[in-house]
């Protein structure tokens, strides 16, 4: 917390709306849209919510297939299983590290020759940066099959100068506490069709009927964002700029402190995307793969904390037993990867002092 999210709180306490409606809460929605440049956001009270209602506003059903992108933290896949619809995990590609255009169709085409048409599909801007989001949405396009983009950790990001997230059919953030801003805990549904937003806030308030008692005749949730988490992301959203400024200086300290070593790669940035470098990652070639544990362990013993690659979702017990399209392209990243230390409060000493922990590991 480093702006006016205390301000924002004592304005709740003073108004009394202290959970789900008030001021803050409609203002942040507000914002949200207007930074993002949507029609609606829908706040709610975690990234994985949003998810779960995007899916349900695209009606998704029990037994349905939802193609999704398998290089991804568990959330975003969980909702599938909720819905008891079928998830169908699809590879990154290298210049991205995101959902594999070319993998994407040849799932699509798959799964219609073995007799269904994949309902959604979830693509991932993961680690900030964008997919290769043109070609996915015209397969997309082409076989009539919604998008949905999980940018939960991708607010701040672009695509030539569009927010990630306002693509598809529904996109999401999150505002957990290890996201680039947060809210304590807090997502949001955005979406430039009223009509899915409005259905998002009814299902995310219990699905309650007009009527002057409770009616109901539908499965709702307990998933709006309350007025207080609403504060602290009204205060956050204003450090926005400066959270993605801070995030992109660290990785361009890292890139250049590291730029020696032929063997490491940072997750590449193509023209026209622009990343708010949320983690800043790289991967190793095959040969040096090992050397990947080497840092996290060197950098444990010194106290620093660093992290593997995401573990592709089709490769944990949870989920390989379902369809995947690919070529290991994302199992390479998870064996050769390492995610370096990226939180906005990182000093210059920090991170000098990280480097010079991997520089000794590796000389
Ligand atoms: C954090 C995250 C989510 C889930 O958001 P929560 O607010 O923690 O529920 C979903 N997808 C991805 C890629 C994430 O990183």
Known sequence: MSGREMAFIQQAFRENY??????????????LAAITGTQKAVALNSGTAAIHLALKVLEIQAGDEVICASFTFVATANPILYLQAMPVFVDSEPETWNMCPDALESAIQDRIKKGKKPKAIIIVHLYGMSAKINQLLAIAQQYQIP???????????????????????????????????????????????????KKALFLATQAKDLAPHYQHSEVGYNYRMSNIAASIGLGQLELLPERVQKRRAIFQFYQESLRNYDFIHFQPEPTACFSNRWLSCFVLTQDQALKAEKIRNALAADNIESRPLWKPLHRQPLFNAYPYYGHEVAENFFDT??????????????????VQVIHKELI
Do not use: H, M, W
Not at 18 to 31: H, R
Not at 176 to 197: C, D, H, M, Q, R
């Open 18 to 31: 202290i959970t789900t409606c008030g001021s803050n809460l409609q203002n942040f929605e507000k914002s």
């Open 147 to 197: 998008v949905i983009e999980d940018a939960a950790e991708a607010l701040g990001s672009t695509y030539e100068n569009q927010a990630l997230g306002t693509f598809g059919e529904v996109g999401i953030f999150s505002f957990n506490g290890n996201k680039i801003i947060t809210t304590s805990g807090g997502g949001a549904l955005v979406t430039n069709n009223p009509t899915y937003a």
């Open 337 to 354: 990867g390492l995610c370096l230390p990226s939180g906005s409060d990182l000093t210059d000493d920090d991170l000098e002092r990280i």
